[in-house]
Nanobody
Framework: QVHVVESGGGLVQAGGSLRLSCAAS????????IGWYRQAPGKRRELVAS???????NYAAFVKGRSTISRDNAKNTVYLQMDSLTTEDTAVYSC?????????WGQGTQVTVSS
């Protein structure tokens, strides 16, 4: 069994920064791609960024240049540093962890950006 827990969300003013964390525990052998997604009210869930087990990264156009995803394999944790936040970044941010052909999700963490 795998548990995924996100943290680091909160309320921040526009222009500010947040660092989100995604920690996986349990049967975490051979963790593959880890991705951060977000879903705003009334909108579809969308990919924000992802990172492979080798550290290859992928970013959505709307965060490229102002976000950095990184990975600590020893801690089974992935971080998403987000800078220059805007009100459009307000959403629930969730983490997906791929292990052995399965994808596990956390409960998400709320990010609210005020103007």
């Amino acid at each position: 069994q795998v548990h995924v827990v996100e943290s680091g969300g909160g309320l921040v003013q526009a222009g500010g920064s947040l660092r989100l964390s995604c920690a996986a525990s349990g049967s975490t052998v051979r963790i593959g791609v880890i991705g951060w997604y977000r879903q705003a009210p009334g909108k579809r869930r969308e990919l924000v960024a992802s990172i492979s087990s080798l550290g290859n990264t992928n970013y959505a156009a709307f965060v490229k240049g102002r976000s950095t995803i990184s990975r600590d394999n020893a801690k089974n944790t992935v971080y998403l540093q987000m800078d220059s936040l805007t009100t459009e970044d307000t959403a629930v941010y969730s983490c997906s962890v791929a292990i052995g052909g399965y994808v596990y999700w956390g409960q998400g963490t709320q990010v609210t950006v005020s103007s």
